[in-house]
């Protein structure tokens, strides 16, 4: 180890860097980090505001108003040098404006607003690849904008992978997995089904029941079959609640129908 330790320090001595210009790299590169973790320091404290109003509008918490998420969108599209927090807000918030446009009848700013939100979001994860909920919001808006396809299963495998048992990851995940449920891939169809033993799991929370029927409903009569076979073969008594749930959305289309 001596041997290896001068070998190695006489390796360093012999390149053609003087001593002085060597400690100025040093400080040169001391002095790039300190103003380097200044600006994100800068950044994140002009920025907080914004990025903790999308994370309200990301878990729908709040209902935002139109003109605010414009008016923080704008400031977040204007920060110089934006990290992984900035782009995921920027997501969420393009992505609400993208259904206000769509309540709106605006086809036009809604295929405009889930481009950006989809830019901003694989701009994110590129920063930081362990965001399922980035992973998530980008495998729906690719569905929207595309329909299923490999990009949107990846997106979705990469969310299982990051974040299996998350439940606020989960009760926005079954969505999309009951929508792909039919088309998927085995081991998407394999994490979609966890997905539902998760919600499903007996005496739990009843608004996950009634989360789990909105999303089957709402993907059809193959999507419903799965989610009522994977729930037969638990507790009745989960069930039991689930059936319940989605005989009240199955009665309230009907007389929707029949005005």
Excluded at 27 to 55: I, K, M, N, Q, Y
Excluded at 66 to 89: K, M, S, Y
């Amino acid at each position: 180890m001596a041997k290896w330790t001068s070998t190695t320090v006489s390796l360093f001595r012999s390149a053609a860097i003087p001593a002085r210009l060597s400690r100025g790299i040093i400080a040169s590169a001391g002095l790039a980090l300190a103003a380097g973790g200044w600006l994100s320091f800068d950044r994140t404290l002009h920025t907080a505001g914004w990025v903790d109003l999308a994370s309200h509008v990301r878990s729908g918490d709040e209902r935002v108003p139109a003109a605010r998420i414009e008016a923080a969108t704008e400031r977040l599209a204007a920060v110089r040098d934006p990290g992984a927090d900035e782009f995921g807000a920027l997501a969420f918030l393009r992505y609400a404006a993208a259904d206000d446009a769509l309540v709106r009848g605006d086809r036009a700013a809604w295929q405009r607003d889930l481009a950006d939100a989809g830019d901003a979001a694989r701009r994110g994860l590129a920063l930081s690849p362990a965001r399922a909920d980035l992973a998530v919001a980008l495998a729906e808006i690719e569905f929207l904008r595309h329909g299923p396809g490999p990009e949107v299963y990846q997106l979705l495998d990469l969310s299982f992978r990051t974040a299996p048992r998350d439940m606020w990851i989960v009760q926005r995940r079954i969505a999309l997995g009951l929508r792909l449920i039919a088309v998927a891939p085995p081991d998407i169809a394999d994490h979609v089904v966890a997905d539902i033993r998760i919600l499903g799991a007996p005496f739990a929370d009843p608004e996950q029941y009634r989360i789990l029927a909105q999303a089957a409903f709402v993907a059809g009569p193959a999507a419903e079959a799965t989610v009522e076979r994977q729930m037969g073969m638990g507790h009745p008594w989960a069930f039991g609640a689930f059936e319940k749930y989605l005989g009240e959305l199955r009665a309230h289309a009907a007389q929707s129908r029949a005005k």
